[in-house]
């Protein structure tokens, strides 16, 4: 699965980016608490009814969940073969 994580100021554009990514065929989730993002990855991989390879979220770099786990959440997504690319948008 390629996951892409659109962070960044607010007002800087993520929901546009969001909304150009689904343009581009991703499915898209608008202010994705960082904490739930391994259980969506999880449930989109194991779904059987779903063909779901490009994810695109949001999430709010503002709070202290998405600083202090994000490193030990982005090895736990490349553990479990998925491909996480970060933009953050100023």
């Known amino acids: 699965m390629n ?3 659109v962070s960044g100021l607010s007002g ?3 929901s546009i980016a969001l909304h150009a990514l689904e343009d581009l065929g991703y499915f898209c989730i608008d202010n994705l608490p960082f904490g739930m ?3 969506l990855t999880s449930e ?3 779904g059987s009814s ?3 390879e490009r ?3 949001s999430i709010d770099s503002r709070s202290r969940e998405f600083l202090k ?3 030990s959440g982005l090895e736990q997504l490349r553990d479990a073969g ?3 690319q970060i933009v953050f948008l100023e």
């Open 3 to 5: 996951l892409i994580i």
């Open 12 to 14: 800087s554009g993520k």
């Open 37 to 39: 993002l391994r259980q």
């Open 44 to 46: 989109l991989q194991q």
């Open 50 to 52: 779903t063909d779901i």
């Open 55 to 57: 994810v695109a979220v």
């Open 69 to 71: 786990t994000l490193s």
């Open 82 to 84: 998925v491909t996480a």
